[in-house]
Every structure is written in C-alpha cells, then in structure tokens.
C-alpha cells in the first residue's frame, strides 16, 4: 500500500492510501494512525488496529458510519484502515466482478498492509453485511493472524440469501428469464444493493462460512439489527450458538433502530480493547445509546 497524503477535507490523522490486490487491482482506500489515548507499543504506534469491510451497495465511508468509527477509535488509540471494495466507491473493478474468493484475498491483502503500516499492532477484522461470513470464514481459516472479529449484521448464508430465497431461482435452477439477463449483461441486480455476477452465483453452492464457524478462535463480537438489514436476526443468533471461541452477540431492538451508531461503537471499542477471557457466550440487547 502507497501512501497519497491527506484527502481534502479529511479529519486529522486520516490519510488516503492505495492499495494493490493479488491480481493487480487499485483499491481506494483511508488509514487513520493514532498516537492519541489508549494502549501503545514500544515504538509509540497503537497496540491495537481495525480493517474495515463494507457492505453491499456501499463505500468505504459506509454512509458516515466509517469515518465517524474512524475518529472514535482514534480516540481511543486505535489505528484503522478502510478501502473500496473492487467494484465500488473510487476503487478499480466491477460489482459482478466480486466473488467470495476473490474478497478473501481482498482480505488478507489489506491485513497485510495493515500490518505494514501498523507492525507492532494486534489486528481485529470488521466487516457489515455481504463481507460478514466471508470474514467470518478467514478467520476460521486464518485465525492466527488476527486478534478480534467484529462482524455488524452479518450475511453468512450466501446460498440461502441470494439462490435459496431468491425468486428468479427454483430447485437450484436459475428461470430462463434472469438466465437471459445473466447471460446478456453478466450479471443480476438482487434489490436494493446487492450485484451479483456468474462467478459469485456458483460460489455460493460450494462456499458455507456457517460450516467453518466453530474453527474460529478470535474473540467475536456480533451486532444485529444496526439499521434496515435483509438479514434475519436468527442468522446472528444461530451464528453465535455455533461458535467455541469467546464471543457476544448483542441485539438492537426496534426502539433503538434509529441511534444506532453510537452504541454500537461503544461496544466495538470495549471488545477490541478487552482482555481476551472477557467474551460471553450469550445474546444482550445494547443499552439506550448515548
């Protein structure tokens, strides 16, 4: 990852970056280094580091949701760095181009920048909504290389989301009409955010994150029901009863849909910053945000 200087506009500490993928794509990106409160290493850098996913339909600003993440672990002196997916915001590629393979190395190419940028720091991965169970699957896989997971409305059932529950689908079999589109445009618009191309659709049949669940061994913080989600909240709660690591699933009811930001924050800092023995192995509702 190059360093580009800071974007205008932006807050202190915040830097745009650029990053390469595996197969030679820009990612856009920004990195907020901390030397502000909270733990630090020997060489002054912050202990503690976030890779940031966005979800479906999204940016690396997430709606405002980022940057304000951002500036509030800053606070508390934790470093971060966001990009665009392929395919989004100011990033190379296309949507239909994404598949979940492809985000996995997408993943592991920007910890590993990370842990460039921030060497002495303990990673945590977070990711919202499609990039949920991919995230959840390097961790099972990769879990030695990060600290926390961090997952905000998780999808983790890509069959179920986008073949088994999908109308253009029947038995498994894409209906003639989406096949005539998939076939003409290369890919299917699922409303309100997701593009899904020929790549991605086959994955799903193979790819299962829910299977790999138990092999994580990070600490897990699951948050469901931070704003509009396609995603049930039972995908979360049964997510949660599958993990053996340390872990806490916090739900945000109906009357806190709306101040959701802040709490969720809130919880996000406390998990990253906690001794590894504090996960609990239970569903809470998140308290009145403030």
Not at 87 to 108: A, K, Q, Y
Not at 156 to 177: C, H, K, M, T
Not at 258 to 279: C, H, M, Q, Y
């Amino acid at each position: 990852m190059t360093e580009n200087g800071n974007r205008g506009g932006a807050a202190a500490g915040e830097m745009a970056r650029s990053m390469t993928t595996y197969d030679g794509l820009r990612l856009a990106g920004t990195a907020v280094v901390t030397s502000g409160a909270g733990e630090h290493t020997a060489s002054g850098e912050p202990e503690h580091a976030v890779l940031l996913l966005h979800g479906e339909g999204a940016d690396r600003d997430h709606g405002g949701f980022f940057p304000r993440l951002a500036a509030e672990f800053a606070a508390a002196g934790i470093g971060s760095l966001r990009f665009d997916l392929p395919g989004h915001g100011e990033s190379e590629g296309r949507p239909e181009e994404l598949t979940l393979s492809g985000l996995l190395n997408v993943i592991d190419a920007g910890l590993r920048d990370l842990r460039t940028l921030l060497p002495g720091a303990r990673l945590t991965l977070f990711a919202s909504g499609l990039t949920g169970g991919v995230a959840a699957g390097y961790a099972a896989r990769r879990g030695s290389e990060i600290d926390r997971l961090v997952l905000i409305n998780p999808l983790i059932d890509y069959q179920r989301q986008f073949v088994d529950e999908a109308p253009n689908w029947s038995d498994g079999r894409l209906d003639p009409d989406a096949a005539a589109v998939l076939r003409g445009t290369g890919r299917l618009d699922r409303a309100p955010a997701y593009v899904l191309g020929r790549a991605m659709l086959n994955e799903v049949f193979w790819l299962q994150p829910r299977g790999v669940l138990e092999a994580i061994t990070a600490p897990v913080l699951i948050v469901h029901g931070a704003g509009p989600t396609p995603v049930p909240v039972d995908s979360s709660r049964t997510a949660a009863a599958a993990l053996r690591c340390p872990h806490r699933l916090v739900e945000i009811g109906d009357t806190q849909r709306w101040e959701w930001r802040a709490p969720v924050i809130r919880e996000s800092i406390e998990w990253i910053l906690a001794p590894v023995d504090s996960g609990r192995a239970e569903a809470e509702p998140l308290p009145t945000a403030r």
